[in-house]
């Protein structure tokens, strides 16, 4: 079944500031056992894991000493820092580096040798903070020629899962294993107003054209 549906991990900002660090999110610690449970289930079953981390400039656009929750944030995952890094829940034990901020090209065959990529980010969305998101994604389906699918978890997901969902990809969420920046995990509301779609098991809007959204508990993933 899993390998039918060629599901992709993605495991979002899963990054110690946002569990004890400078941005703690309100009962983020609520999910630590089924992250790594996750973990170790893709690793045990040599799942392909892409994880993406904020790796921010102290001056990013984004940051403020004075934030508004809206557009700005307080500092956090500044790069080279101790909130930037990985939960030892989460944290692979070898990778693909895609670094947003490397002066070198990539060598996207090296891709294909590594069941973990890890995706650095400038900005707090997935694609638009980093130039190689968009070859990645179309990257993965070329092994097997199809088009992935990915099972989304990690923190303030909302974003990665609209983007791919906008570029027409099967989307699963990890409902038990994610939380929002207010705390609260990630529901559907959180991209798109459910009043105006009638369809219970798809999002439909003019960018998103009634592509797949599902909603996984931990334990459902671990019996696939």
């Known amino acids: 079944m899993m390998e039918n ?40 079953k040599n799942v392909k894991v892409v994880s993406t981390v904020g790796w921010y400039a102290p001056n ?7 934030p508004d929750y809206q557009k700005t944030f307080p500092k956090h995952c500044l790069m080279n820092t101790e909130g930037a890094k990985f939960l030892k829940e989460t944290s692979p034990e070898s990778y693909f580096l895609m670094d947003w901020n490397s002066p070198q090209g990539l060598q996207f065959h090296e891709l294909h040798n590594n ?5 650095t980010k400038k900005s707090m969305d997935f694609f638009e903070g980093n130039t190689y998101s968009e070859s990645l994604i179309h990257n993965l389906g070329i092994p097997i020629m199809q088009r992935p699918s990915f099972l989304v978890y990690g ?24 939380r929002n920046l207010d705390g609260m995990p990630f529901k559907k509301r959180d991209i798109i107003d459910e009043k105006q779609n009638p369809y219970p098991d798809q999002i439909t809007t003019p960018l998103i054209d009634e592509t797949p959204l599902q909603f ?5 993933v671990l019996s696939l």
Not at 115 to 119: A, D, E, I, K, Y
Request: charged content about 15%; hydrophobic content about 40%.
């Open 5 to 44: 549906a060629f599901p992709i991990f993605f495991n979002v900002n899963t990054q110690r500031d946002f569990f004890e660090g400078s941005y703690k999110i309100p009962s983020a610690e609520h999910i630590l056992n089924n992250l790594n449970d996750l973990t170790q289930y893709a690793k045990i």
């Open 115 to 119: 069941n973990n990529v890890v995706v």
């Open 155 to 178: 923190v303030n997901i909302g974003p990665t899962v609209l983007g791919l969902l906008r570029r027409g990809y099967s989307v699963k969420v990890v409902e038990d294993a994610n």
């Open 60 to 66: 990013a656009n984004h940051l403020s000493d004075t």
């Open 216 to 220: 996984l508990s931990t334990k459902n």
